[in-house]
């Protein structure tokens, strides 16, 4: 059985969200705002198991972070826990990319009173709040940026966002409305889960074999470490650079991402 409330200490919620519109939005801000997206087991050799026992011990037993896979089922498990009719859907990412790619991206299509919205817990590129699925509906992220649901002859529903960059995928003058995934509404099963999961910690072509990636939504802004680049932005300003230590590196997993690792798996990373 779900374990709610470890998971609501997790996000360091004091109380059950209600089963409505609200509590969607801050069920999935604490959650984005308490656990990082980060691939470390995929660099680290290890794989990546989603099912809801393995996902539930890591994300919050061991107090580490994940990617999409790991992040959705966690939601998608408390949304039931809380009493949500919820089900995933796959999703292709653009953000950085210019040909369409897999579907190696999972969110959440919640029903709340006949009405359906997206959630999404785990998008390590960018931070959506929950949105209407309905064509042009937008909603502003704790960054400032804003977002946009629109309808797709090819692909079903885009979502977009606009607004200063905070992935690396992105350069700085990239400032208007850039393409972050498409999705579709078809009933997705474990097995198509688990087949997306498979290619996007596997694959060469993945991002997720080939960069290290960690990022967390800030109150007001957002933090990205995809190798050894920092990039945060908030109502404050954007900073950037690159870290050359292995030191500063395994202090700023820590003190940011809330990630600690060990002086061995840092090596074992191959960045420095």
Known sequence: ????????????????????????????????????????????????????????????????????????????????????????????????????????????????????????????????????????????????SRHRLERHDDYGWMLLRAGVPVSTTTSADQLGWQRQYSFDLRTVYDSDLAAGNWWTSTAPESRFTQLVIASIVLPFGFATLVDRNYRRHSSEGTTSGEITDPRVYRIRMSLMFGIDLTVEEIAELALF
């Not at 939005?25 to 984005?32: K, P």
């Not at 061991?62 to 939601?75: A, D, T």
């Not at 999404?120 to 400032?144: M, V």
């Open 1 to 144: 059985m779900f374990d709610l409330t470890a998971y609501l200490a997790r996000l360091d919620l004091p109380e059950t969200p209600t089963a409505d519109v609200e509590g969607l939005a801050a069920l999935q801000r604490a959650h984005r705002l308490a656990i990082p997206f980060e691939n470390l087991d995929v660099k680290l050799g290890r794989g990546v198991a989603i099912d809801s026992a393995s996902v539930f011990d890591k994300l919050v037993t061991r107090r580490r972070g994940g990617y999409c896979f790991e992040q959705n089922r966690l939601l998608l498990d408390a949304l039931a826990a809380i009493g949500f009719t919820a089900r995933p859907l796959l999703a292709r990412v653009w953000l950085g990319m210019t040909e369409p790619q897999p579907l190696t991206h999972t969110l959440s299509l919640v029903t709340i009173d006949s009405r359906e919205w997206i959630a999404d817990a785990g998008f390590g590129g960018s931070y959506a709040p929950i949105l209407p699925l309905e064509d042009g509906a937008e909603a502003e992220a704790p960054d400032g």
